[in-house]
């Protein structure tokens, strides 16, 4: 199975943009990239996900490079609420193979300081 | 719109007593699955259910059953719980298998 890299921590301030890198170097073409997070005390939460293109919603950007080895999630103004564990996951949408396993690392947990 | 929803959300139970965690949503989802996390871990799928009427085994299923009542259930039942099922466990669902899941707020069990 394709395996992401995340750094362990960040720390970000109130109302600032918040970049989390994930790095996922043996990604097949099929792998979409997807971005979860998990408040404290709560079960995980989608955020975002994508193939090749640049997406957005209503929560967040997620900015896939070229080469599709790395992405990046974007909280374009952190608040107190986005302190969270954000895990990146590649998800294979193929019908075929273990992909309903949903793979959880440790993620990256942000921190956000008023 | 209750999405899903697990019960109870907290329990301690004695060693090799039984017990079974509810799980139940309201999307119209294919998919559910039960995952556990511990300590300084991911979560680790235990079962999933593609449809109804059928099962499979996760990472980590000994100890474990499960039963896709209709669509709309997927129960885990722990026949005979032990301290090293110390756990939080979450359900989630999804239209299928492979899109995005969405959980429930997580059942704290502690077995003593």
């Known amino acids: 199975d394709a395996k992401t890299t995340q750094p362990n921590s960040m720390e970000s301030n109130e109302e600032e943009p918040v970049h989390l890198p994930c790095n996922h170097s043996?990604?097949?073409?099929?792998?979409?990239i997807h971005w979860y997070r998990q408040l404290p005390s709560q079960g995980p939460e989608y955020v975002i996900h994508g193939l090749t293109s640049n997406v957005n919603n209503r929560m967040a950007s997620l900015a896939i490079a070229e080469d599709r080895k790395s992405s990046t999630l974007i909280l374009h103004r952190a608040t107190l609420r986005d302190a969270a564990v954000y895990y990146c996951?590649?998800?294979?949408?193929?019908?075929?193979?273990?992909?309903?396993?949903?793979?959880f690392g440790k993620g990256t947990l942000l921190t956000v300081n008023p | 719109n209750a999405g899903v929803t697990q019960t109870p959300k907290f329990q301690v139970l004695k060693t090799g007593q039984s017990m079974t965690l509810q799980c139940a949503q309201d999307m119209n989802h294919n998919s559910m699955y039960w995952y556990r996390q511990d300590p300084g871990m991911g979560l680790r799928l235990i079962y999933y259910s593609a449809s109804e009427g059928t099962t499979d085994k996760g990472e980590v299923p000994n100890g474990y059953n499960v039963s896709r009542l209709n669509k709309r259930e997927f129960s885990l039942r722990l026949e005979s719980a032990a301290p090293s099922q110390t756990s939080v466990y979450f359900c989630?669902?999804?239209?299928?298998?492979?899109?995005?899941?969405?959980f429930g707020q997580g059942t704290r069990l502690t077995v003593v």
């Open positions: 996951i590649l998800r294979d949408l193929n019908s075929g193979g273990s992909n309903y396993k949903l793979t």
């Open positions: 989630a669902s999804s239209v299928r298998r492979n899109t995005e899941a969405f």
């Open positions: 043996t990604i097949s073409g099929t792998d979409y």
